[in-house]
């Protein structure tokens, strides 16, 4: 049983390490943006220079709310580690990223008329299934919740 716990407290502790390293990266890679665009206008696709402006938006717009799931998933992993993960932020934290997914989604619909590929018909599903699984995961963490209250009542 102890080996159980050590390895589900590694896995924890590993999680944690990499959701840290991938909001730090997000943010230098969002702040160099506009100019690691503007190389891959140059020297990639020339469609990425012609439509800079519009792409610096969509795709800094999604960084910014790729940014937000992830701070979103470090702040879930704290009652993780607390061992307090059946509380209403996590609730609300998966009803954010299920928002913020619906508009990644959209941003990248929009991208479907400025620049079309088969990537971003991709990237709409992945984010649009995300939103809903990111939906029904905060519906049954909630009932969890109420459940947890209830027995906690119980004497």
Known sequence: ?????????????????????????GILVVISLPFSLKLAGEYYAESIALHYISMLVLFGGSGFCGLLIVNELRSMMRTVVKQECFVYRNVQS???????SVCISILFFIKMFILPT??????????????LF?????????????????NDLTI
């Open 1 to 25: 049983m102890k080996e159980i716990e050590s390895k589900t407290i590694n896995i924890v502790k590993i999680t944690k390490i990499i959701l840290d390293i991938m909001f730090v990266s």
């Open 134 to 150: 990111s939906g029904v995961l905060a519906q049954v963490f909630a009932e969890a919740i109420r459940y947890k209250e209830e």
């Open 94 to 100: 998966l009803e954010r990223m299920g928002g913020v």
């Open 118 to 131: 088969p990537a971003t018909l991709i990237i709409i599903l992945v984010f649009f299934i995300a939103a």
